[in-house]
């Protein structure tokens, strides 16, 4: 879309509250001639972005120059494309912001595509810029070209290429409205060279925009509230399983006001931890694929079952035939129409702001004169409290001489509940652990990466908290697999101050393939065992930083409390754990959720 010069002037006398007519003469006065670069910095300034991570480049070198006229954003560097995605990500987990990174063209891009598919996975908001070729070179295999915009296309919300610098400002007001509004997401947007550089009349940032193609629904349709209520409160086996879409709609307050309202049980996935608290004994833990007993079962064996800003995915609900075979009421509160029946048909989709809906639906029950069926829910309570009772998440010590994982990190949460704390993780045994044995109280509090389980983001996750954060604890839970593949960033935590704690549950082996390979393929340990590990404390001193080996179960806490007193120093902690403890439960592919192993004794 090309913007006149008429139209500028014209938003420009918006932007400042001045509604008459302008004359050519203020329009002259009002605008002034900048290249794209500016342009786009000045943007980035409007939409209160206050921290950029990113990685130079022949391409985005205007840009840089741009950023390096200014002193309202801090641009951190990173050591790769990847952790400025990632690090971006992580600082939008945890406050709710757009997140933003900056890369260069070619290998610049692919190396965060990455990055930009994980956010996508999980709906964060997010834009990149990435830098591009000369627009008379696009197409020409000009060196470090590549189709930004074709291979992003996939995992984007949106993206675009800018062509022209008087397109910059109304493409990034798009650009921050598209990722933020309705479902989140990443949205790319492509700056060739010339673009940056390029002289154009600017007359200010557009306060407001207008696209005819994109108006997400935020409203749930009255009608479909009230059967929801109906359904609810002549429910005997209510459940309520909320995900990640409950904390990126800031609606944890309202589910936790309806929750307790009607006294039903409640469960969060994998990405909703800390929407509900996971010390009420309402809450059922989580559920899925590594989900407690009591969570899974009353999945499976609910009569109505209320669905808020979850997608039914697989490591949830397993097989769907599975799933299918008990009939239950399925209400599903959404705003993304598209995820509404995709995997699972439901009887009353709701299309809306999840918030709003909810505030809607708990407006409803303080008007209805009905109320829940006490008899039938303390009787389903007193099925749930049995279930309860397998208490499948105990584990053993063994003989005392090897540490546990779980234990580690249920030492860690006894520590730090009381603190304000976040806890980051990497993929692998080690998340599961931490999602199942660090009760999260608060909303994003737990950063991880759910739908794409992209390994090696711990770190990078953690040095954007920590920068929004400054004042609270910020640990990364690992394994000796996944931090190695963006380990390097240990020396952006050092030039940025980003004092986080991590905590690697080093077991030698790439913990979750191991345990597949053992449960699935009779213990064939093909190219998991991890045979040339560095020396990790030596190598985060190389780095600056403070390094702990902890061998024996005695030093967990002592290591763990020392790590915290340096409260200005990163800290790698190096936990040698039993290489042969699994997860447990654990739903096995193409079972059904209740079809748990919940020990080495099923298998």
């Not at 980035?44 to 130079?56: D, F, K, S, T």
């Not at 991880?448 to 400054?470: H, R």
């Amino acid at each position: 879309m090309e913007i006149s010069k008429a139209e500028l002037s014209s938003a420009a006398a918006a932007s400042q509250g001045n509604t008459s007519p302008s004359s050519s003469a203020s329009s002259a006065l009002a605008s002034q001639d900048l290249m794209g670069s500016e342009i786009l910095i000045k943007s980035l300034q409007a939409e209160n972005v206050q921290y950029i991570w990113g990685y130079p480049g022949g391409a985005v070198l205007y840009i840089y120059d741009a950023l390096y006229k200014q002193d309202t954003i801090q641009h951190v560097l990173v050591r790769h494309e990847q952790a400025a995605v990632h690090a971006a990500d992580g600082y939008a987990r945890a406050t709710g912001e757009v997140g933003v990174a900056l890369v260069t063209s070619g290998p610049g891009l692919t190396n965060a595509v990455t990055g930009i598919a994980t956010a996508y996975m999980d709906s964060i908001p997010m834009v990149i810029i990435s830098g591009q070729v000369p627009t008379p070179a696009i197409g020409l295999d000009a060196f470090q070209e590549c189709d930004t915009v074709g291979i992003t296309r996939p995992i984007v919300k949106h993206n675009f290429l800018v062509k022209d610098p008087r397109d910059l400002a109304a493409t990034m007001k798009k650009a921050f409205h598209i990722a933020r509004t309705g479902r989140p997401g990443p949205v790319v947007v492509d700056v060739p060279k010339d673009v940056s550089f390029k002289k154009v009349p600017y007359s200010g940032y557009p306060q407001s925009v207008e696209m005819r193609s994109y108006n997400p629904v935020k409203k749930g349709h009255g009608g479909q509230i009230r059967k929801a209520l109906q359904l609810l409160l002549a429910a005997k086996r209510p459940y309520i399983y909320t995900g990640g879409g409950v904390l990126l709609g800031n609606a944890t307050n309202e589910l936790r006001t309806l929750v307790d309202m009607l006294g039903y049980p409640v469960t969060n996935t994998l990405m909703g931890l800390g929407a509900y608290p996971a010390s009420d004994r309402k809450f059922l833990g989580m559920l899925g694929m590594h989900g407690t007993i009591e969570a899974n079962n009353a999945m499976q064996n609910c009569d109505v079952l209320l669905a808020v800003g979850a997608r039914f995915d697989d490591r949830v609900i397993g097989n769907p035939k599975h799933f299918a075979q008990n009939d239950r009421k399925i209400i599903h509160v959404d705003i993304d129409p598209s995820s509404i029946s995709k995997r699972v048909k439901v009887d009353v989709p709701i299309v809306g702001d999840v918030k709003d809906v909810l505030t809607e639906l708990i407006s409803m029950i303080r008007e209805s004169s009905t109320k829940p069926d006490a008899g039938a829910l303390a009787a389903w309570w007193d099925t749930i409290e049995g279930w309860r009772k397998r208490d499948c998440l105990k584990y053993s010590m063994g003989s005392g001489d090897v540490i546990k994982p779980q234990y580690v990190v249920e030492t860690l949460w006894n520590m730090t509940k009381d603190a304000d704390t976040y806890i980051t993780s990497d993929v692998g045994q080690h998340q599961m652990w931490a999602a199942q044995y660090y009760r999260f109280d608060e909303p994003r509090r737990w950063i991880n990466s759910g739908g794409l389980g992209t390994m090696g983001v711990g770190i990078p996750y953690a040095m954007g908290i920590k920068l929004a954060k400054p004042d609270s604890e910020v640990f990364c839970i690992t394994g000796e697999g996944s931090v190695q593949m963006n380990i390097q960033e240990l020396s952006t935590c050092l030039q940025y101050n980003t004092p986080i704690k991590i905590c690697s549950l080093n077991n030698r082996y790439l913990g979750m393939v191991r345990q597949w390979q053992e449960i699935e393929y009779s213990g064939r340990y093909s190219h998991s065992y991890m045979d040339a590990l560095p020396n990790f404390v030596k190598l985060a001193e190389a780095y600056g930083h403070v390094g702990l080996l902890i061998e024996k179960p005695g030093d967990v806490e002592p290591a763990l409390r020392e790590a915290r007193k340096l409260k200005d120093r990163t800290v790698f902690l190096d936990f040698r754990t039993d290489p042969t403890e699994n997860v447990f439960p654990m739903v096995q592919a193409g079972k059904g959720i209740t079809e748990m192993l919940l020990g080495s004794e099923d298998l």
